[in-house]
């Protein structure tokens, strides 16, 4: 099986792959638009993106999903930790500007204030630490992950350095061929993305039928579409399993407002969610 993830070798999604998937042939990606392209282009590929922050919130793939509405097969919680890498021997008090993706700094904020260092906005963690590693400017460092610090022959100056602790990111695995597992006795996750009919109060109309029949809605949130702040579509996630006939009557009562639906995956609830 192939994995890609966006991001430089050492980004954290190259991590969450590689704890997922030590076996198998994991590469990079520049862009999550790329990520998704060639998984359209080849069943046999699946891809590792992340969704959303439990700090800074949505990461901001959801027109991808809606584009390629590829099948998510698992979610995955991944614990972040962030450090401050520099050249061997750097100081932290002589470091006057940190280069990373906008989420990880904003992560590290009070950190990086308490410290007096400069921001610098770069596309991914690992690739920060790629740039420190070949400008080799002892008052410039990167905030990334330790696998970074080891591919680039970086120190690790200071470590878990994020303003809060318990830093989560969940990941989705996605891939082309849609497959998911029998209704059992474990917890399941079932994604799935609408887009109402244009009439007054749509969407308090919809979501009656999960109140009905007891459903819990996990995840609800709204998308433009293409070229227009009128038109809305919805992705959203809720507890239990599609051949659950709770669910399915809930989600039958949604059909009946919809103008399109369309069911992600079902999947195994992450065990994280218990915690």
């Excluded at 430089?8 to 590469?27: F, V």
């Excluded at 979610?75 to 990880?104: C, D, M, R, T, W």
């Excluded at 919809?206 to 459903?215: E, K, Q």
Aim: glycine share 6%; charged share 25%.
């Amino acid at each position: 099986m192939k994995i890609l993830y966006q991001g430089s070798p050492g980004a954290y999604s190259h991590l969450a792959a590689k704890e997922l998937y030590p076996n198998s042939q994991i590469s990079a990606c520049k862009t999550f638009d790329e990520c998704f392209r060639r998984a359209d282009e080849d069943s046999e590929i699946r891809i590792i993106i992340p969704e959303s922050n439990r700090i800074t919130g949505n990461i901001g793939i959801e027109y991808l999903i809606f584009k390629h509405r590829l099948n998510i097969y698992n979610e995955h919680f991944h614990i972040i930790e962030h450090n401050l890498l520099g050249l061997p021997g750097a100081k932290l008090e002589n470091i006057k500007n940190v280069y990373s993706h906008a989420q990880a700094l904003s992560q590290c904020s009070e950190f990086i204030k308490k410290n007096n260092i400069n921001e610098n906005v770069r596309a991914d963690t690992a690739g920060s630490a790629a740039l420190i590693s070949e400008t080799k400017n002892k008052s410039d460092a990167a905030i990334a992950s330790k696998l970074s610090a080891e591919i680039y022959k970086l120190d690790i100056i200071a470590s878990n350095i994020e303003n809060e602790k318990g830093n989560v990111t969940r990941f989705l695995i996605m891939g082309k061929n849609i497959l998911q597992p029998e209704l059992g006795n474990g917890k399941y996750i079932t994604s799935f993305l609408f887009k109402l009919k244009s009439k007054p109060a749509a969407l308090y109309q919809s979501l009656g039928g999960f109140a009905i029949n007891g459903v819990n809605l996990t995840k609800l949130q709204s998308y433009p579409e293409k070229n227009s702040f009128s038109s809305y579509f919805f992705l959203c996630d809720l507890d239990g399993h599609i051949d659950d006939p709770k669910v399915q009557k809930s989600l039958e009562e949604l059909g009946l407002h919809c103008q399109d639906f369309h069911v992600l995956g079902v999947f195994p609830a992450d065990k994280f969610r218990d915690r």
